[in-house]
């Protein structure tokens, strides 16, 4: 049914639109709330301005719910921009909680109306003061999400850029330098402006035969990061594990993916493993890159640009990152890339 909706409009995914919900229902429930306080006229519609505030908190919680999805079903996004989508998410919670706080404090009034006007006006009050912290927070996330589409263009179908801009490239490329035949190559000049070439990321041929248990640690530490390996599988079968976050054994974070099975999220804790996430994985091609996003409190497992699972934890320290693998067999390890994420 998701399916055919999205395929009867023009949007991505349906956070866009459910968001709409919570943003109508929260500033006319206030307003009406508001409006109750300081004038008798409003108080007929107390049993409306209760359903009001729970229409904006279903609203708000379907939001969440399909951000949620919506961040998790975006493919290839840039390590710099999960921090962001982090912090979306964040205040997208927070405005929810505020919603649902002004709701629980309306249906409240239901239960202190016979203790008198003053209990009933006091609760009233806690709960305009709620609906404004909520409606300060859907702003916030807003602002962040209006960033990660007008700025990053996440979720934007990159068929849609590419119009303008590849008329525009196919132009530049064909003009021909003064003095020089039509279709000649045009000599290349230290004062030509344009952008700087990317660095590009040292590869590696690194074979390894595995019988037990391998474990390889980079140097530096960070908080806050991505980490990828691109890994080209021979006849290994086992559990590769990317650690971030690491100072130990016993004090530690990983992404263990066990081949063709699961992919799991893990913290361990004074040698005791919390799993904070596992999902099923679909069979791996021979050559995978499997990558770990940490920005703040959201945890993501990445295989091959597609977000495979997502977990949350407290950041924590800064810690090494590195690869454990377990199994046995043999395997290449092709690419190692740490990007870090700021979260501030």
């Given at each position: 049914m998701l399916t055919s909706i999205l395929e009867a409009t023009s949007l991505p995914n349906l956070?866009?639109?459910?968001?709409?919900?919570?943003?109508?229902?929260?500033?006319?429930?206030?307003?009406?709330?508001?409006?109750?306080?300081?004038?008798?006229?409003?108080?007929?519609?107390?049993?409306?301005v209760t359903g009001l505030y729970g229409l904006a908190a279903l609203g708000a919680w379907a939001a969440v719910l399909a951000g949620e999805r919506a961040a998790d079903g975006l493919v290839g996004v840039e390590p710099s921009i999960q921090a962001e989508i982090g912090r979306h998410s964040d205040w997208g919670h927070y405005a929810l909680y505020a919603i649902l706080a002004s709701f629980a404090l309306r249906l409240a009034t239901l239960v202190v109306a016979k203790r008198g006007s003053t209990a009933v006006r006091l609760v009233r009050t806690l709960s305009v003061i709620c609906g404004f912290v909520a409606l300060a927070t859907i702003g916030r996330a807003a602002d962040f999400g209006g960033g990660l589409v007008f700025r990053h263009a996440v979720g934007v179908d990159p068929s849609a850029l590419a119009g303008s801009e590849g008329e525009e490239y196919t132009e530049s490329t064909e003009q021909t330098a003064a003095g020089?035949?039509?279709?000649?190559?045009?000599?290349e000049s230290d004062d030509t402006e344009g952008p700087a070439p990317k660095e590009a990321t040292p590869s590696l041929e690194l074979p390894l035969e595995i019988s037990g248990s391998t474990t390889i640690l980079l140097p530096g530490t960070l908080e806050d990061l991505q980490f990828e390996a691109r890994v080209e599988r021979l006849d290994f079968e086992g559990t590769i594990e990317l650690l971030y976050r690491y100072h130990s054994v016993d004090e530690s974070n990983s992404l263990a993916v066990v081949m063709g099975e699961t992919a799991s999220l893990i913290q361990t804790r004074q040698g005791s493993d919390e799993v904070l996430?596992?999902?099923?994985?679909?069979?791996?091609?021979?050559?995978?890159?499997?990558?770990?996003?940490?920005?703040?409190?959201?945890?993501?497992?990445?295989?091959?640009?597609?977000?495979?699972?997502?977990?949350?934890?407290?950041?924590?320290?800064?810690?090494?990152?590195?690869?454990?693998?377990?199994?046995?067999?043999?395997?290449?390890?092709?690419?190692?890339?740490?990007?870090?994420?700021?979260?501030?």
């Open positions: 956070h866009p639109a459910i968001v709409h919900f919570a943003l109508a229902f929260l500033p006319l429930a206030l307003l009406l709330d508001l409006g109750s306080l300081v004038s008798t006229r409003f108080r007929s519609l107390q049993h409306s020089t035949d039509a279709g000649a190559p045009v000599p996430s596992r999902d099923p994985l679909e069979d791996l091609a021979p050559e995978v890159t499997i990558a770990v996003s940490a920005a703040g409190r959201h945890l993501k497992g990445i295989v091959d640009g597609h977000t495979v699972t997502h977990g949350h934890a407290s950041p924590g320290e800064a810690g090494s990152a590195g690869l454990r693998i377990r199994g046995t067999g043999r395997l290449r390890i092709l690419e190692l890339r740490i990007v870090p994420i700021g979260s501030q």
